[in-house]
Nanobody
Framework: QVQLVESGGGWAQPGESLRLSCEAS????????MGWYRQASENQRELVAL???????NTADSVKGRFTISRISGQNTAYLHMNSLKPEDTAVYYC??????????????WGHGTQVTVSP
C-alpha cells in the first residue's frame, strides 16, 4: 500500500502564490514519477505538472512560467510552486504517483485532493 498526503491548498487572491506538497509513504521500492492533476467543477481532470525520477519535468501550457514542480532527489515528496495565481486555477488538485512496490510490481496512487481557490 502506498499513501499520499497532500497539503498546502487553500485560498489566494489573484497574483498571489501557494505551494502544494505531496508526500508518498508505504511500500515503495522506487518512484518513477510524481505529479499534480487538477479538476475544476465538472471539467475533466487535467495534468498540471509532473516530475520524473531523473528530475525531468513536464508542465501544462496553461501554467507554464507560473507553476514549477520540484522534488528532492531520493525523497518521496514533491512540491508544486504556484505563482501568479489566476481565478481559472481554482480547482481540486490531486497528487499522482507512479512507482514500484518491488522490482516488478507497479503501483499508481492518487491523493485525496486539496482545494485551491483563487478569488479577489
Amino acid at each position: 500500500q502506498v499513501q499520499l498526503v497532500e497539503s498546502g491548498g487553500g485560498w489566494a487572491q489573484p497574483g498571489e502564490s501557494l505551494r502544494l506538497s505531496c508526500e508518498a509513504s508505504g511500500t515503495i521500492f522506487s518512484i518513477t514519477s510524481m505529479g499534480w492533476y487538477r479538476q475544476a467543477s465538472e471539467n475533466q481532470r487535467e495534468l498540471v505538472a509532473l516530475i520524473t525520477a531523473s528530475l525531468a519535468t513536464n508542465t501544462a501550457d496553461s501554467v507554464k512560467g507560473r507553476f514549477t514542480i520540484s522534488r528532492i532527489s531520493g525523497q518521496n515528496t514533491a512540491y508544486l510552486h504556484m505563482n501568479s495565481l489566476k481565478p481559472e486555477d481554482t480547482a481540486v488538485y490531486y497528487c499522482y504517483v507512479v512507482g514500484y512496490y518491488n522490482e516488478s510490481s507497479v503501483f499508481h496512487s492518487w491523493g485525496h485532493g486539496t482545494q485551491v481557490t483563487v478569488s479577489p
